[in-house]
């Protein structure tokens, strides 16, 4: 049922107005003048349903439902209190609008920044991102209760005169803002963990050398809080430290972080530790979040009103949680990122930064690597997880727009613009491929470190992000305009962020730089161009073979030792080599679960449910081909926190998919020192020729070579003559066998897996050997199966192109193997 149409009015009104207006018949009319965010007042931006009746509220429930709830967009200031004064006033009834149209502008997460070229502190700087923020209600989500944000927050310089202030009342000297951290802290809500917690921090800053200067309470008015926000609420503090053996703020910010992770282990063990969190824990910066609502983080957050609270800049956020539920941790900004869209590569991103820890290495940690383990949190959203590896670049001595090219790569191949004006920039992108994976998504990324703060998209450029700067020297960058009051007089340069773009603010200098500029000045700090042309070599393209070798009786008896059933040769290969492109099917599927089923499976049939997923938003490989890229890197991959000429030594290779003369070319190469590892068993043996066994004698075997300098680890299940007493292991059980064990002994990084293997020959198939750890295949059979072979140029070719980029760093497409990209290796 539609609510009764409401009289018009002449023009919109940016004045307060109450929450909600009954009609005559007692329903309930929802004002979302908040969206139309103009002046600095804040208002109310929430759906608020009265209580008075039940009914009423189904009956709105049930016109949303059909698309037909119409919603105010002003109300007249002097409708008086009562439903009996509503009635009876005679003031003109606002104009109303489809609440459809307004909320098809929801997008996910709202975040921006406010920087001071002149690097001045005031108050203005923070009220402006409160009026920012308020504007981005509708860009996040609320529990159930309709008024427990998914979390908004702060991150600005800290406030060292309020912080003064409160000292002076306290008793204690001026801080001294060189050598003083502040920490704000998330604690338990029983105060009994309270100083249990507290009592291990101040043990770990004592054993570092650090000096607890006090504790502060931060004001917080509660009233403000959603009711399932409430129940959760940490118990907020701050704490103040100073660090006396270290003059340079980089080592200071450093000291601080070890401090944090030595704090974050010993809390690992206690009960409270799961309810103990470091918003912020540094000498520039600091953090104030909530699960909140981002109108009334201002409110909770009494330090943010008062004018002692000045900053020269601000990135504020508004979070819309979708792949983790909300907490007050997750609420951003995090330490570094505030971070709009989604990591789609995350599982493999938190497994090879599991997989390369121990290789990470750097003379500023003096030793200390290992202290600061793990990098990564699987129980952490995708942002967290993304700030987290952001923040071990840059305490490594990255600089911050550094480390987000590093993280965040732009599709550099084929650029328009980077291979013709800007090449050194394209070096520095081919020497990074090898080495550091790709953290891949729709993404807009804000970041700070204290003197500089910037934003990026990500390659597919899905996230909005406009910046201007004005007369008066202030930059503003938001995922929308029209979030802060300017004088159009005064804007004196305006953009948007495009795929893979960024823009950096540096407070110390006071200059902005745009997307060229600072790409070009983070790759001229080093001659990537030299090194990739000096050490990285190309594998030179081999054609297939056109003809088949093998008798068809031949290629019958190994097809059934392999696993191939006469639906597979009729479906799948045949139609991708007759056609050229991957198999399609109906939508629906009635064949069992492998693990359900009564007939025999390969291996690979069990993880079809591992794939089930989709990228978001969908990737076309075709029309969006100027972002995708098959490429990938053979060899040893270096340690990300060092820059030289041993880490471009690698061979790249133009796809995936191998052919026999591609293959030899790599076992020729002296410097992979290629192994190969036959990968079958031998049930004549008994216990010692199990599959057990020959699995743990492969793992050595791999693990040894490695040892000896092998960069390039071949698994084969190759054979002239098959014997039915020695079938080969299945390969995608060898390939994860090998990974994991490498993984384990902290080798994963030195050496490359490849499948040289008859047991593959669907695109699910490639997806699950490059997904548990095989960075290039060759396909067998594929090359003796039928007489078209020329379909791997064309077919195979195309097929990988509906890939998406896996876990190890290779950028691939969409489609069936993008799954690889989400799976990574798994565990």
Not at 296 to 309: E, I, R
Not at 778 to 802: A, E, I, R
Request: hydrophobic share 40%; aromatic share 8%.
């Amino acid at each position: 049922m539609a609510l009764p149409s409401l009289s018009p009015i002449p023009q919109l009104s940016s004045k307060p107005s109450p929450s909600a207006l009954f009609s005559d018949n007692g329903l309930l009319v929802v004002d979302f003048v908040g969206l139309y965010c103009k002046s600095k007042a804040t208002t109310r931006r929430r759906i608020a349903l009265s209580s008075h009746n039940s009914r009423n509220r189904r009956r709105l429930s049930t016109a949303a439902s059909n698309n037909s709830v119409r919603a105010v967009l002003d109300l007249p200031t002097n409708i008086a209190s009562s439903a009996t004064d509503r009635q009876s006033s005679s003031t003109p009834q606002p104009k109303v609008a489809n609440l459809e149209d307004i909320i098809s502008e929801r997008g996910a997460c709202g975040v921006g920044f406010i920087a001071n070229l002149e690097n001045k502190a005031s108050h203005e700087i923070v009220k402006d991102a409160l009026t920012a923020l308020g504007c981005m209600e509708h860009r996040g989500g609320c529990g159930a209760d309709n008024d427990s944000g998914d979390g908004s927050g702060l991150m600005t310089s800290i406030p060292w005169d309020l912080f003064d202030n409160w000292a002076e009342t306290q008793g204690l000297s001026t801080f001294d803002k060189l050598h003083t951290g502040v920490g704000m802290i998330f604690f338990p809500k029983d105060d009994n963990l309270v100083e249990e917690a507290k009592k291990a921090i101040v043990n770990t800053f004592r054993q570092e050398g650090l000096e607890v200067l006090g504790w502060r309470s931060v004001p917080v008015n509660t009233s403000v809080v959603g009711f399932y926000a409430k129940e959760t609420m940490p118990n907020i503090q701050q704490v103040f430290v100073r660090i006396v053996k270290e003059e340079n703020v980089d080592d200071i910010e450093r000291e601080l972080y070890i401090c944090r992770k030595l704090i974050e282990k010993a809390a690992a063990s206690e009960s409270w530790g799961s309810e103990l969190y470091f918003c912020s824990l540094s000498n520039q910066t600091i953090v104030y979040k909530g699960m909140l609502r981002s109108e009334v983080l201002g409110l909770f957050y009494s330090d943010l009103q008062n004018d002692l609270y000045k900053s020269p800049f601000a990135i504020y956020h508004r979070r819309y949680s979708t792949n983790t539920s909300p907490r007050w941790p997750l609420a951003q900004p995090m330490r570094f990122l505030g971070h709009n869209g989604e990591i789609n590569t995350i599982q493999g991103n938190l497994n090879w930064m599991q997989s390369r820890e121990t290789s990470l290495k750097s003379p500023v940690w003096r030793g200390r690597e290992s202290e600061i383990r793990p990098f990564g949190n699987p129980k952490a959203s995708d942002s967290a997880n993304l700030d987290s590896a952001a923040e071990l670049l840059i305490r490594s001595g990255r600089t911050p727009n550094e480390a987000l090219m590093i993280l965040v790569p732009e599709a550099y191949k084929n650029h328009p613009t980077l291979s013709i004006k800007y090449p050194e920039v394209v070096d520095f992108y081919d020497y990074y491929k090898g080495q550091m994976e790709a953290w891949d998504g729709p993404a807009l990324l804000l970041f700070s470190d204290g003197k500089t703060v910037g934003a990026t998209l990500d390659r597919n450029g899905l996230r909005p992000a406009r910046y201007w700067r004005t007369s008066d020297n202030v930059v503003y960058v938001a995922s929308e305009v029209g979030v802060v009051p300017v004088d159009d007089s005064k804007v004196t340069m305006k953009g948007r962020l495009g795929p893979g773009m960024m823009i950096s603010v540096d407070l110390l200098s006071g200059q902005v730089y745009e997307n060229t500029e600072v790409k070009k000045r983070v790759a001229a700090l080093n001659p990537y161009g030299k090194w990739v042309s000096e050490n990285m070599r190309s594998l030179k393209p081999v054609k297939f073979l056109s003809a088949t070798v093998l008798e068809n009786d031949t290629i019958l008896r190994r097809q059934q030792a392999f696993g191939y059933s006469s639906e597979d040769v009729q479906m799948i290969i045949e139609s991708m080599a007759s056609q050229g492109k991957e198999p399609t099917y109906c939508m629906g599927d009635d064949i069992p679960l492998a693990i359900l089923s009564q007939r025999p499976h390969l291996l690979y049939d069990y993880f079809k449910q591992r794939f089930a997923q989709v990228t978001n938003p969908a990737i076309d490989p075709l029309r969006e081909g100027l972002v995708m890229s098959l490429e990938v890197n053979i060899g040893k991959r270096g340690n990300i926190l060092e820059v030289g000429p041993e880490n471009a030594s690698q061979v790249s290779l133009s796809s995936p998919v191998l052919n026999e003369g591609e293959l030899e070319s790599l076992l020729k190469d002296p410097q992979l020192k290629a192994q190969v590892l036959p990968t079958f068993f031998d049930i004549r043996k008994g216990i010692e020729g199990s599959l057990e066994k020959t699995l743990y004698k492969l793992c050595e075997a791999a693990d040894e070579a490695v040892r000896n300098g092998s960069q390039l680890l071949v698994l084969s299940d190759r054979a002239d003559e098959l014997e039915a007493t020695r079938p080969a292991v299945p390969i995608l059980l060898a390939v994860a066998a090998v990974h994991q064990h490498l993984i384990q002994n902290g080798l994963r990084m030195s050496a490359s897996i490849v499948a040289d293997t008859a047991q593959c020959f669907s695109t699910h198939q490639f997806a699950c050997l490059i997904g548990y750890g095989a960075r290039s295949i060759l396909s067998l059979l594929f090359l003796h199966n039928l007489k078209p072979f020329q379909m791997l140029d064309s077919s195979m070719y195309l097929v990988l192109s509906t890939v998406a980029e896996v876990g190890d760093g290779s950028q691939y497409s969409a489609g069936l193997l993008l799954s690889a990209r989400k799976l990574s290796f798994g565990s």
